[in-house]
């Protein structure tokens, strides 16, 4: 399958911790990176790799990866970290990207 | 300073064809792939297709097949994306985004570390 299964939303209070999921076959052989995205903005990657980030993001920012399913936590959340997110991977080829279908994050 | 910068907002007409370029600057430009990936209103991203920049060799996503060509232009680090037969469905905010190209050829993937500021089509009759 070239698919990646993201939650729809997902919701934190400030302060607190927020683990977002995407599922996928193609995630057992590679990682997936994962992206932030604000309302009328680009995107930013945040996570790419086991667990890296970028210059610039903060370390509350992680990732993870376990089978067939990747994680980015989000350790004491932000309001500035509302956003929606996006993980993505090559796809079990090899030579296509695929997106996962994008997690609507709220910070309360 | 590194950066991607697109070509200005289109509007087309159903079947019509419509470029987009993206000219990278601050970087080496055959060190990193570029992709292209667009988002419609109140939809995902949506990946189209990458061109190495160094040969052009390009691949493209299965829905694009036949509609899109992804080319480039070493001597003014530009990459340009076309999309003919456009309806509709093709309204969206297409961005380009490049990918580091490990040197070993190990085919781990680095993400898209970087993204231009977005191109809106809109396609309306």
């Known amino acids: 399958s070239s698919e990646l299964t993201q939650d729809p939303a997902e919701s934190v209070a400030l302060g607190q911790t927020v683990r977002i999921t995407c599922q996928g076959d193609s995630l057992r052989n590679y990682y997936a990176s994962w992206y932030q995205v604000r309302p009328g903005q680009a995107p930013l990657l945040v996570i790419y790799g086991k667990d890296n980030r970028p210059s610039g993001i903060p370390d509350r920012f992680s990732g993870s990866s376990s089978g067939n399913t990747a994680s980015l936590t989000i350790t004491g959340a932000q309001a500035e970290d509302e956003a929606d997110y996006y993980c993505d991977s090559r796809d079990s080829s090899g030579n296509h990207l695929v997106f996962g279908g994008g997690t609507r994050l709220t910070v309360l | 300073q590194v950066r991607l910068v697109q070509s200005g907002t289109e509007v087309k007409k159903p079947g019509a064809s419509v470029e987009i370029s993206c000219q990278a600057s601050?970087?080496?430009?055959?060190?990193?792939?570029i992709h292209w990936v667009r988002q419609a209103p109140g939809q995902g991203l949506e990946w189209m297709g990458i061109i190495n920049p160094s040969g052009g060799i390009t691949t493209y996503a299965q829905k694009f097949q036949g509609r899109v060509t992804m080319t480039r232009d070493r001597s003014t680090s530009t990459v340009y994306m076309d999309l003919s037969s456009l309806r509709s469905e093709d309204t969206a905010v297409y961005y380009c985004a490049r990918e580091y190209i490990d040197p070993r050829g190990v085919k781990y993937y680095y993400g898209l570390d970087l993204w231009g500021q977005g191109t809106t089509v809109t396609v309306s009759s």
């Open positions: 601050g970087y080496t430009f055959t060190s990193y792939f």
